[in-house]
């Protein structure tokens, strides 16, 4: 069976291959579980420079709206201010518990 085209393709489709000042170019696939957005960055020459979203299944996210649930902290925590700072992005104030951590959910300008 086919799936149709979802709000996801109409939000984070238009971030796909925007440069990143410093840093790459971003590459939106999707995860296999929830087919939610996975926003990557990756170098000029394609190697993974970091991975911006996190998984939750149990999160509910409004991804129609752009919403993306985001790992701010360790090896994240430079990573995720530099793209909060390209404009790209919006915090919502949101957050959703991981063990002794918040996922940030943020949501799509563009």
């Known amino acids: 069976m086919k799936k149709t085209i979802s709000g996801f393709l109409k939000v984070f489709n238009k971030l796909n291959g925007?440069?990143?000042g410093g840093i790459?170019?971003?590459?939106?696939t999707k995860y296999s579980i929830c087919d939610r957005a996975a926003i990557q960055i990756t170098s000029e020459y394609g190697e993974p420079y970091?991975?911006?979203?996190?998984?939750?299944?149990?999160?509910p996210?409004?991804?129609?709206?752009g919403e993306i649930l985001v790992k701010t902290w360790?090896?994240?925590?430079?990573?995720s201010k530099k793209m909060m700072e390209t404009g790209m992005?919006?915090?919502?104030?949101?957050?959703w518990g991981t063990g002794f951590v918040e996922a940030q959910i943020w949501r799509v300008k563009i």
């Open 24 to 28: 790459g170019k971003v590459v939106v």
């Open 74 to 79: 360790s090896e994240n925590e430079h990573f």
């Open 50 to 59: 970091g991975t911006l979203t996190v998984n939750i299944p149990e999160c």
């Open 61 to 65: 996210l409004q991804e129609e709206k």
């Open 89 to 95: 992005f919006e915090d919502t104030g949101k957050r």
């Open 18 to 20: 925007l440069r990143v």
